[in-house]
């Protein structure tokens, strides 16, 4: 257990249809980050948080993505109408003084 | 903006013989690279970084050496055990910059 935690760890949600993760990170990390991997890739950066504020966002992040982080604590990333190109697993990564610490990401497939 | 490459995509190693994965980065601003292990169904887990002030760093088994002139670096495991089987990412950060962007990744298999 790496402190950060993401769910659900698995969706599987039609086309079209929009889906809502959740990532906590520890109380220490004052900064959020979320990335993408598809299979046999290395992450992809999304999105990152400095407490409250979304301060970064990769041109991978459509209009159809969104994400918040209301309170500078947990953070959620909303997909809209998704496609099949949005299978993936989203991680977040949760960063204080030290390095990044990821979650074990949630895995979304769109049928 | 920065682009990281690795090498070998897949590589088998007998245990207790040493492992070596590199890595080459486009950008010289970047200056700072971890590495990361990644078990099935897990997400990546730090296990060695180093800044671009510093040539090497070693942790026990791992080592980590960087070529700032060159702009590659190494991840060098040494008397590899079966649980060192995983697939591994390096990465690179710019100075100034929250963003890290990784490598390919390398599949490593310690045959017992």
């Known amino acids: 257990d790496t402190g950060v935690s993401q769910d659900p760890r698995h969706k599987i949600t039609k086309r079209g249809q929009n889906v809502t993760f959740r990532c906590d990170p520890i109380s220490e990390h004052n900064r959020l980050y979320w990335y993408r991997q598809t299979l046999g890739q290395g992450p992809e950066f999304l999105t990152y948080f400095q407490n409250e504020a979304q301060l970064e966002k990769s041109r991978l992040l459509s209009d159809r993505f969104s994400a918040e982080r209301p309170k500078g604590s947990f953070s959620t990333l909303e997909i809209q109408r998704t496609e099949q190109g949005d299978s993936a697993m989203y991680l977040c990564a949760g960063a204080g003084a030290g390095g990044y610490t990821f979650g074990s990401g949630t895995r979304l497939t769109v049928v | ?112």
Not at chain 2, 17 to 43: M, R
Not at chain 2, 81 to 98: I, K, L, M, T, W
């Open chain 2, 1 to 112: 903006g920065e682009n990281v490459e690795q090498h070998p995509s897949t590589l088998s190693v007998q245990e207790g013989d040493s492992a070596v994965i590199k890595c080459t980065y486009s950008d010289s601003a970047s200056n700072y690279f971890p590495w990361y292990k990644q078990e099935l169904g897990k997400g990546p887990q730090l296990i060695i970084d180093i800044r671009s002030n510093v040539g090497e760093k070693k942790d026990q088994r791992i080592a980590v050496t960087l070529n700032k002139t060159a702009k590659h670096f190494s991840l060098h495991i040494t008397e590899t055990q079966p649980e060192d089987s995983a697939v591994y990412f390096c990465a690179a950060r710019e100075g100034g910059n929250e963003k890290l962007t990784f490598g390919t990744g390398t599949r490593l298999t310690i045959i017992p």
